[in-house]
C-alpha cells in the first residue's frame, strides 16, 4: 500500500557494525538515537542485536516501547512535569536546571531507584546547557546531583550545531574535558562519561582527532542516512539509502506551467511566484505535506523534477523523464531519498506504510 517508506535493515546493519567499530577502537561508546524512526520495533531489535552501548531518544514515548537491556538516555532536558516518567523510564537523563535535578533526586528515591545525571555545558551553540564560561552555574547544578543520595553524577555532555550550526572542533571540546576534570577534582568522583556530541563528529572520527577523553557519541543521522552533519554529505563507509519512500502516481496530465488567474496565498499562506515554462507533462503523487517535508526528497529518477506540494498531493514534472523514454503512467510508483527532517515526517504519520528488506 502506497505512499510507503521501504526500509533496508541489511544496508542500516551496514551502518551500525562500521559506527560501532570504528568509534569502539576509540574508546567511545555509542548511543543510536532512535528518535528520527520513531523507536520502530524491527531497527530497535537490529540495534539492540548489535555492539551498540545504549539507546537514546528525545521522547519517553518512544523509550517506553524499547524492549532491550541495554541502558536508555533521554536526549531532551525534561519537563518537571514528566520527572516520574523520566526517572522510571529512562536509566540516564540529561540536565541542566539545579530545581529539575532535585525534583529527579526525590522521584528517584520514592521509586527506590538509581538515576544517572549527564550535566550539559553549552560550548557556544546556544541551545540546551549551562554556559560553560559560568562556573558558578555549573557548581550550583552539580551541587545539586551529588546532594540526591539516588542520583549519580554520570557525566557532562554538549550539544553542537544542531541550533546555532557550531561545528565541534578540538579547542571547544577541550574546554568540555576541562570542565569534567574540574568537577571531578572537586567532588572526588570519577564522572565517567563526556558525551562529546553527535553525527557532526563523524569527520574528526575519521581523522582521528576526537580529543581524548570525549568517551560517548550520540549518533541518529550517519546512522539512519550515512550523513556527516558537520558538512551535510555523505560518507563513502556508509549507505545513504537505507531509506526509501516510494509514492503512486494519480494523474499525470499535459498542463501550462504558470497558474492562469489573479494570485493569492496558497493553502499554507505563501504567495508562490511561478516561472513560465511552456507546457509540461505534471504528474501528481499521492503523499504531500502532512507525510513529509517535501524539499527534503530527492528524486531516484534524476529526470523528475519536484515542483511542489499541497498538504496530500505531491506535484512533479515528467517532461524530461519521458521524453528520455520512461513512460510515467498513472498507478506507476515514483521513488525518493529522504533527508533527516523528511524521514522524521514520514515516520512520524500515520499515513505511511513501511516495508522491510531483510
Given at each position: ?84 516518567d ?16 532535585r ?6 528515591t ?81 564522572i ?25 557519541l ?15 554529505l ?34 499554507f ?61 498513472v ?28
Amino acid at each position: 500500500m502506497y505512499p510507503k517508506l521501504i526500509i533496508n535493515l541489511n544496508k542500516l546493519k551496514e551502518n551500525l557494525d562500521w559506527l560501532t567499530s570504528s568509534c569502539h577502537l576509540k574508546g567511545i561508546s555509542v548511543a543510536i538515537v532512535t528518535k528520527v524512526f520513531c523507536a520502530d520495533e524491527r531497527i530497535c531489535a537490529l540495534i539492540d542485536a548489535s555492539s551498540a552501548d545504549l539507546f537514546a531518544d528525545s521522547r519517553l514515548q518512544n523509550l517506553k516501547v524499547i524492549n532491550t537491556c541495554k541502558s536508555k538516555q533521554l536526549l531532551r532536558i525534561p519537563m518537571q512535569s514528566e520527572i516520574d516518567d523520566v526517572v522510571q523510564t529512562a536509566d540516564i537523563s540529561m540536565q541542566s536546571s539545579p530545581d529539575t535535578i532535585r525534583m529527579s533526586g526525590e522521584s528517584a528515591t520514592r521509586q527506590n531507584k538509581r538515576h544517572k545525571i549527564i550535566l550539559m555545558i553549552d560550548l557556544g551553540d546556544l541551545r540546551e546547557g549551562i554556559f560553560f564560561e559560568n562556573m558558578q552555574k555549573i557548581y550550583e547544578a552539580a551541587d545539586a546531583i551529588v546532594s540526591c543520595k539516588d542520583l549519580e553524577f554520570y557525566g557532562v555532555g554538549v550539544n553542537l550545531t544542531c541550533y546555532g550550526g557550531i561545528l565541534p572542533d578540538e579547542k571547544n571540546l577541550s574546554k568540555l574535558i576541562e570542565t569534567a576534570e574540574l568537577l571531578r577534582k572537586r567532588y572526588s568522583l570519577p564522572i565517567p562519561v563526556i558525551s562529546g556530541g553527535n553525527s557532526s563528529m563523524m569527520t574528526m572520527l575519521k581523522e582521528d582527532r576526537i580529543p581524548f577523553g570525549i568517551n560517548q557519541l550520540r549518533l541518529g543521522e550517519s546512522f539512519v542516512l550515512g550523513n556527516d552533519t558537520s558538512t551535510g554529505l555523505p560518507m563513502a563507509e556508509l549507505n545513504t539509502d537505507c531509506f526509501v519512500l516510494e509514492a503512486e502516481l494519480v494523474e499525470v496530465q499535459k498542463k501550462p506551467s504558470k497558474p492562469i488567474g489573479t494570485s493569492g496565498l496558497n493553502a499554507f499562506g505563501e504567495h508562490v511566484e511561478y516561472e513560465d515554462r511552456g507546457e509540461m507533462i505534471r504528474g501528481i503523487l499521492a503523499v504531500g505535506r502532512q507525510d513529509v517535508d517535501v524539499d527534503g526528497l530527492t528524486c531516484l529518477d534524476p529526470d523528475v523534477e519536484i515542483l511542489g506540494a499541497s498538504s496530500d498531493h505531491l506535484i512533479v514534472n515528467l517532461t524530461n523523464a519521458i521524453s528520455h523514454g520512461h513512460d510515467y503512467r498513472v498507478g506507476d510508483t515514483i521513488k525518493f531519498i529522504p533527508s533527516y527532517g523528511a524521514l522524521l515526517r514520514l515516520t512520524t504519520s500515520k499515513y505511511i506504510t513501511r516495508e522491510y528488506i531483510d
